[in-house]
């Protein structure tokens, strides 16, 4: 068994005693969430600590995504609950790049590709995603790829 998934349970078992139910409807939901991706497809297998931290990850999202949709919608408690929700999620996920990071990582794959123009974005993020793995969201490195090769570096 992956060792995340792992601290996922024990951490379960911990705030099930302690009677934090945020954790544990938190923790809950995201072994859920593994499970369901472990018997995804044709064969029932064991994810390994990368691949559940892509599910977390996906997970982690949705939590953003539905909070500022229930803020659009005027729904404060239900945006904080999802708030809360990330929080949580976010104790297991790497920690997030800087700007600055993340431009140094972009400027490399730029200068390893070779690229020049919009026309090479697709082979510069192939290099980039790889490098960022968890710590940025795609969109965010999309965005700066984007701009690093419409100015020219």
Same mark, same amino acid.
């Given at each position: 068994m992956a060792a995340l998934k792992k601290r996922l349970r024990a951490d379960l078992t911990v705030s099930m005693k302690a009677r934090d139910t945020v954790r544990t409807r938190t923790l809950r939901m995201a072994l859920t969430s593994v499970t369901n991706e472990e018997v995804a497809g044709a064969t029932a297998r064991e994810l390994t600590d990368d691949e559940v931290l892509n599910v977390l990850t996906k997970e982690a999202k949705k939590r953003k995504d539905a909070a500022e949709a229930f803020d659009a919608a005027g729904r404060k408690d239900q945006a904080s609950a999802e708030r809360a929700e990330g929080e949580v999620l976010a104790t297991y996920l790497p920690a997030q790049l800087s700007d600055a990071d993340l431009a140094e990582i972009v400027a490399a794959a730029i200068d390893e590709t070779g690229a =020049?123009? /919009? =026309? =090479? /974005? !697709? *082979?510069?993020?192939? #290099? &980039? *995603?790889?490098? #960022? $793995?968890?710590? $940025?969201? !795609? $969109?965010? #490195? &999309? $965005?700066e790829v984007r701009r690093r090769l419409s100015t020219g570096g």
């Open positions: =020049s123009g /919009m =026309s =090479s /974005m !697709g *082979q510069v993020m192939k #290099v &980039a *995603q790889p490098l #960022v $793995a968890g710590r $940025a969201d !795609g $969109a965010r #490195v &999309a $965005a």
